[in-house]
């Protein structure tokens, strides 16, 4: 039996296949859909500079379709339509515009800004107006010439700021802050040490101070016990007392006063001096004028 598939056939089957499986890989790598199920819309941009197919289209951050081709518009110059293929649950409501957009690292994207218009919407392959995003990296264009002419200040700046670090005096106040910091950590320690101490020793010392309060209270009240007056009086007395004694010492009236004034008692106390010491010598150098005694009994001659 001839085989019905010659090797021709077989040979023209396989390439129609690996053309249609690289249409459509080619499509899927590019982003676009194997199998139509978008609406394609029209956006008319002045410049699409970095814009290409496949370029991802988001609206409110959320990807809803794809770039799918861009053309140039030779009836309108100086404008660019790019077809954007949109899921078909999307709908754009009138009003809305497209902005063209590109992160940090120069992806360019479609980012739909949807109006508040519930009730009108785009119709399938019309066109949106199309805006070019002010985003970070336009600010960043507009800073540049302010930044260029900050740039001598800078220069400046860095230079003196070189000059103040090479200074050897700021190197020393350096070390001197080091020192100082390491003081001030010596004295906090110090100062915790003392903190304890005090900690210790402040409530025994608190209940001497108590114990010294109440013996002061109570020398305060025996002192208050004492009758002043009377003391007063009492000493009044005494000294009446010897003022009278004085005055009678100094008179010649009584035996204290005679005695201390008159003369002749001195004398006669001198002379009995004077004899009772003649009497110890005579005793020293005679003494047995004055004192017998005998072992025998026998008197001396």
């Known amino acids: 039996m001839k085989k019905f598939f010659t090797k021709e056939i077989q040979i023209a089957l396989v390439a129609i296949v690996a053309l249609v499986v690289l249409y459509f890989g080619l499509n899927f790598l590019k982003g676009l859909s194997v199998f139509s199920n978008s609406n394609n819309y029209c956006v008319a941009f002045d410049d699409v500079s970095g814009l290409a197919a496949s370029s991802p289209v988001y609206a409110n951050g959320y990807k809803v379709g794809v770039v799918e081709r861009i053309e140039y518009d030779y009836e309108r110059p100086n404008k660019i339509i790019a077809i954007m293929g949109l899921d078909k649950q999307m709908r754009v409501p009138v009003g809305s515009h497209a902005e063209l957009a590109s992160d ?3 992806n360019i994207k479609i980012n739909l800004v949807l109006s508040d218009n519930p009730l009108s919407f785009v119709a399938v392959g019309d066109t949106i107006v199309g805006k070019i995003e002010e985003g970070v990296m336009s600010k960043v264009g507009e ?3 302010a930044i260029e002419a900050m740039m001598p200040k800078l220069d400046s700046i860095l230079t003196s700021l070189n000059l103040l670090l090479a200074d050897p005096a700021l190197r020393n106040t350096l070390h001197n802050v080091e020192g100082m910091t390491a003081n001030l950590q010596q004295t906090s320690v110090d100062l ?3 903190s304890a101490s005090l900690g210790r020793d402040v409530p025994s010392m608190l209940r001497k101070a ?4 109440d013996n002061t209270q109570q020398l305060t009240a025996n002192l208050s016990s004492i009758d002043v007056a009377a003391m007063q009086a009492n000493v009044n007395k005494t000294l009446a007392n010897v003022e009278e004694m004085t005055q009678k010492l100094n008179s010649n009236e009584g035996t204290l006063g005679l005695l201390m004034r008159d003369a002749s008692l001195y004398n006669h106390l001198s002379a009995t001096a004077a004899d ?3 009497l110890m010598r005579d005793l020293k150098q005679h003494p047995k004028r004055y004192v ?3 072992v025998f009994g026998k008197k001396d001659k």
């Open 104 to 106: 940090l690292l120069g």
């Open 143 to 145: 800073m540049v010439p």
């Open 192 to 194: 915790r040490t003392l």
């Open 210 to 213: 108590d114990g010294v309060l």
């Open 276 to 278: 009772a010491d003649s």
């Open 292 to 294: 017998h005694f005998s």
